[in-house]
């Protein structure tokens, strides 16, 4: 089994950052892509940025140019830095990654959520 752990959510004014991480943990052979979701109250859960191993990037139209997703593979994490923050970006955000295991089986994880919320 892996368990992805978030965190870095909270309370930020409009045009604030925060910085949040993901790291997975368990039976880990390598991951392969990993990124970041988020559900809005009433909402489907969009797609923010996902980051290959070899660092290749992918973002959502709202997110480009205000979010950077990386990753440490090292300590297989994930990180995604927000800055100008918006009220609509108020959401709970999930990270999400892509698992070789050891046993050579290929699964997909999702971590429990953390709250962003955007409010003055």
């Known amino acids: 089994q892996v368990q992805l752990v978030e965190s870095g959510g909270g309370l930020v004014q409009p045009g604030g950052s925060l910085r949040l991480s993901c790291e997975a943990s368990?039976?880990?052979?390598?991951?392969?892509?990993m990124g970041w979701y988020r559900q809005a109250p009433g909402k489907q859960r969009e797609l923010v940025a996902t980051?290959?191993?070899?660092?290749?990037?992918n973002y959502a139209d709202s997110a480009n140019g205000r979010f950077t997703i990386s990753r440490d593979n090292a300590k297989n994490t994930v990180y995604l830095q927000m800055y100008s923050l918006k009220p609509e970006d108020t959401a709970v955000y999930y990270c999400?990654?892509?698992?070789?295991?050891?046993?050579?089986?290929?699964?997909?994880?999702w971590g429990q959520g953390t709250q962003v919320t955007v409010s003055s």
């Open positions: 980051i290959t191993s070899g660092g290749s990037t």
């Open positions: 368990g039976r880990i052979f390598r991951i392969y892509a």
């Open positions: 999400n990654a892509d698992v070789l295991h050891i046993s050579l089986s290929r699964s997909t994880y």
